[in-house]
């Protein structure tokens, strides 16, 4: 068993990427559902109010945002494809765009009584009224261009024109095997094709066999966990060792704040303890697991001393 906790839910289409990584990567893992929104008080010492999902834990090394996470998939599995920062320029621009503008189109767009059927049918009106509200909150102080519907939906249809031009003669999308890209682009229709069951995905045969190739890989092997077990093991463990490196020049040591730049904009603060070129290490002391490491993507989050 791979030491790798995701705290996650069902409906969250990044935690369906780490998912399906997972999967791909053949690991075994344990999983803490969480609420679909927070408060989340038994995450809230972990993620230290990084509000969004999913988040993975090794011991007491948090890491937020599945960037860091697919990174340490890629470092279990030794399956470096899964790192974005491996893959080609081409793929990480791909990357950038589809988890991003293309997942903002296709979660807008899917909303339709199938999704609000699933979503009752696993919590109550109140938690979906309060759902709603969170979500329109969080977007009203979101810092992303917002796109109207019409323009969003011709989007969506761009992004599975484009996808089934690019597995015209492939099994995915950059070539014979799956790496980043693949995960990057199926969660965001697997929230459109199986969870909302919008007919548009219907038209497009390679994107659905391809989504189908992907979902063969299954999860990797699962065992459910509670959240107090979670937080025991952090309590038990003592954050790894950070490469000595100092990227930002003289910010090491220093108090910082560490917050998304696009939406679910909740700082983490802690002390600095690593800056590399791709990643953010910060420590904070949690009154109820003791020290835990914070690791953060530079890219998409802004650093405040
Ligand atoms: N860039 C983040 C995006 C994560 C994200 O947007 N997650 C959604 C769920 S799929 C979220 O957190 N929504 C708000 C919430 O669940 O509280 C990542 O790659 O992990």
Known sequence: MSELILHHYYFSPFSEKVRAMLGYAGLSWQSVEVREMPPRPLLAPLAGGYRKIPVAQIGADIFCDTRTIAREIARLSNKPE??????????????????????????????????????????????????????????????????????????VREHLDRLESMLANQPFLFGETPNAADFSAYHSLWFQRDLAEQPVVKGY?????????????????????????????????????????????????????????????????????????????????????????????????ALRP
């Open 82 to 155: 899964l790192a974005m920062e491996n893959c080609p320029e081409e793929v990480q621009a791909f990357i950038r765009e589809v988890d991003l503008d293309v997942f903002l189109a296709c979660i807008i767009t899917a909303g339709n009584r199938t999704l609000l059927r699933k979503v009752l049918k696993e919590s109550s009106l109140l938690d979906l009224c309060k759902l709603l509200w969170d979500r329109m909150r969080m977007g009203s102080k979101a810092k992303v261009k917002a796109n109207g519907p019409g323009k969003m939906k011709r989007m």
């Open 205 to 301: 045969p390679k994107v659905n066999a391809w989504m189908d190739r992907l979902q063969a890989f299954g999860q990797g092997n699962r065992t459910d966990i509670s959240a107090e077990q979670a937080l025991d093991i952090a309590r038990n463990h003592s954050p790894r060792a950070v490469p000595d490196s100092d990227h930002d020049g003289g910010l090491i040591g220093q108090a910082v704040n560490i917050a998304p730049a696009d939406y679910g904009r909740e700082p983490v603060s802690g002390t600095l303890v690593a800056s590399t070129p791709l990643e953010w290490v910060i420590v904070r002391d949690d009154a109820t697991v003791g020290q835990v490491a914070n690791h953060f993507p530079r890219e998409g989050f």
